[in-house]
């Protein structure tokens, strides 16, 4: 499915608010096109219908006393009512005259120096005799056009007065609808980051996803609140005023209809352009996105390595790209936007003066000046939704870019949030033959064999790159391995779902991740199935209170990002207490030691007795003096298991263990030396 049809369907899940907005927008065009209609009235039935024919009357409505007669204007008379000798008002430059009978054909008109009116046209000549009015006499035939043109105001007004309503009503509705569904399109799009795998993220950086998440969504925002409605206005718009130009003129609205082909093409055009300078800027500001991301968590590695220059020539190259990308889009709406429509408008007003022109030439084919006017009215309201949709397209290609990155991620293959109650499992693990690799054919784990028996302590030790942390990756399904097997009580990991399967597992890494909350928020991770009671035995048992207790606020003390504030070993102390609150059946920890200073440590070893029991346990350590008590210790050195026993056993062998412990010593005697 193409990006436009996937942002229809988006439309679509508030499709009633956005056909309401639509039908009041309907509304709203309609009353303010019925606008040009009123005023061409105004002006051939009720200015300028004072030259049409009148004729002699008694006394009544609509007539009018000249000369101790009465006159009435021809369409003023009732179907049956008896018309006397006809008579005329014309209208010469400035000036009304009087002329007491029909008049044979209309063109030039002057006064000769006796006062009469002469009217000539091609070779035709006449002459009439006419009396000049006052202004009073003048006033006195107008008078019966009054009522109907105050009436024919205030049907106007009260229009304008609907148009406001429905425009601010179409706006409101589809403005709200617009930002609904960018909240539907947010809300999947970070749902969709927490069903990704991790590998997902190992190739693309955290300011990428970020990017998308925010600055690719608020593109796409636009183009619901600011292209969406200019389009739809903008469409409604230009079929309103052509309804109304072919029920002027059907003749010159079908030649105004070739603007909607020329305009049609330059779009395409225009767009072939822009999408490759947009896909650039839109790649070019993720990137800076990445970069910035970074640099910011990387802030103290830069100063203290005195990176800043380095870094800022970085930021600069990118930043000099973007600049030039948009420098490009910018001459190229420059020339699209403003152009296009003075084009446009020059073409039809061309054809407007050819065809009125031309028309006044004829004989008998004189326009009124109410068309006119009503012409050249349309004629200007067309080019106002037509400037508005060329306005737009630059916003239309950088949200449909961008559209296209946020389904490019949405389109990743995840795993959906299980809802299965899985029974908390005993914890006997066992690794049958696995094979595992991060690429393909490129194993960094060979042949694993071996069992971990429900409460046992395993110890996983070895150089870095030795597939520790590889182990218990696959054990958590970070990864999922394509050959042998990882068993939990008998039963394939592979067939458990990743929700399932890690609800009764807990991991303590050796830099643990804090979120901004407070102490106690940390440990529950806000699952309501943790009550604060619970929050704080956790914290006990593992003896965080003895540090955490100096804190102003205790265990309700204001964590910042990733916990800054905080010392490792309190940190680490709060990761121990989230583990033992969410009670799993089996526990990871990654070095969870390595960072600690010695007098926090003494007490970080009574947390990890307490977190061992009745829990089958893996540790990652390199710290070999800490794993002596481990039921089980595995050696693994280039992705294969080369050694297995309790330390007892493995120090008899002789073997690579032993002399990774008798070198640990050396330097620990060394260093206290």
Not at 278 to 290: A, E, F, P, T, Y
Not at 354 to 363: C, M, N, P
Request: proline content about 2%; some cysteine; glycine content about 8%.
């Amino acid at each position: 499915m193409n990006v436009g049809k996937r942002l229809v369907n988006y439309a679509l899940l508030y499709k009633k608010t956005l056909i309401f907005a639509l039908i009041m927008l309907t509304i709203a065009v309609a009353a303010e096109l019925t606008g040009p209609f009123i005023a061409k009235k105004m002006i051939d039935d009720h200015i300028l219908g004072i030259e049409r024919p009148w004729y002699e009357t008694v006394e009544g409505e609509g007539a009018v006393n000249y000369n101790n007669k009465w006159y009435k204007r021809s369409d003023n008379f009732n179907e049956g009512e008896e018309k006397g000798a006809e008579a005329r008002v014309i209208q010469v430059g400035r000036e009304y005259f009087f002329i007491n009978g029909p008049i044979e054909l209309d063109g030039k008109r002057t006064v000769d120096e006796n006062g009469n009116v002469k009217i000539s046209r091609n070779d035709q000549e006449a002459v009439y005799e006419a009396t000049k009015l006052t202004k009073a006499q003048l006033f006195s035939f107008y008078s019966p056009q009054i009522p109907k043109l105050i009436e024919l105001i205030a049907i106007y007004f009260g229009l304008l007065v609907i148009a406001s309503i429905f425009t601010y009503g179409q706006r409101f509705y589809l403005q709200t609808s617009s930002n609904r569904i960018i909240q539907k399109m947010r809300k999947d799009v970070f749902a969709q980051v927490q069903r990704l795998p991790i590998n997902y993220f190992d190739n693309l950086p955290a300011g990428k996803v970020v990017s998308r998440i925010t600055n690719d969504t608020e593109a796409i925002r636009d183009l619901y609140v600011s292209v969406l409605a200019n389009f739809f206005t903008g469409i409604i718009y230009i079929t309103g005023i052509f309804i109304a130009l072919l029920l002027l003129d059907v003749k010159l609205a079908l030649i105004c209809m070739i603007l909607i082909p020329i305009l049609f093409i330059w779009i395409k055009v225009y767009r072939k352009y822009a999408s490759h300078y947009n896909h650039k800027i839109r790649s070019i500001l993720s990137d800076i996105n990445g970069m910035i991301n970074e640099s910011i968590q990387g802030m103290t590695i830069i100063q203290a390595f005195r990176r800043q220059k380095e870094t800022n020539k970085e930021f600069e190259t990118m930043n000099e790209e973007h600049f030039t990308y948009q420098n490009k889009l910018l001459s190229l709406n420059a020339l699209t936007s403003h152009n296009l429509v003075g084009v446009l408008r020059n073409i039809a007003f061309v054809a407007l003066i050819w065809y009125f022109g031309g028309a006044s030439l004829g004989i008998g084919t004189v326009v009124s000046l109410g068309v006119l006017y009503a012409f050249v009215d349309y004629l200007n309201r067309l080019f106002q939704p037509i400037t508005g949709i060329v306005n737009q397209l630059a916003i239309l290609e950088q949200s449909l870019v961008a559209a296209e990155r946020v389904f490019t991620l949405l389109d990743e293959e995840g795993v959906d949030v299980s809802k299965e109650d899985f029974p908390r499992y005993k914890g006997n693990v066992v690794f049958d033959h696995v094979n595992f690799g991060y690429k393909e054919g490129d194993y960094v784990l060979k042949d694993i064999n071996f069992e971990a028996k429900q409460g046992e302590t395993v110890a996983l030790v070895g150089h870095t790159g030795s597939g520790k942390s590889s182990i218990m990756n696959l054990l958590f399904r970070f990864y999922d391995i394509k050959e042998g097997k990882i068993l939990i009580d008998g039963k394939d990991i592979n067939t458990i779902s990743k929700q399932m399967l890690r609800k009764h597992m807990g991991i303590v890494l050796q830099d643990p991740f804090l979120f901004t909350g407070t102490i106690a928020s940390n440990v529950s991770l806000d699952d309501p199935s943790i009550t604060r009671e619970k929050v704080e035995k956790a914290l006990q048992d593992v003896g965080a209170d003895q540090l955490l207790k100096s804190l102003p606020n205790g265990f309700d003390e204001p964590v910042i990002e990733k916990g800054s504030t905080l010392s490792s070993g309190q940190r680490q102390l709060i990761s121990f207490a989230r583990a033992l609150a969410f009670d799993p059946a089996i526990l990871i920890l990654d070095e969870a030691t390595a960072s600690i200073d010695t007098e926090t440590e003494a007490i970080i070893q009574d947390a990890l007795e307490v977190l061992k029991k009745g829990r089958t346990t893996f540790i990652i350590a390199h710290r070999l003096s800490t794993i002596r008590n481990a039921d089980q210790i595995l050696v693994l050195d280039r992705g294969r298991i080369v050694e297995k026993g309790n330390h007892e056993e493995l120090m008899k062998v002789g073997g690579k263990y032993y002399q990774m412990y008798q070198l640990q010593q050396g330097k620990n005697k060394g260093l206290a030396g």
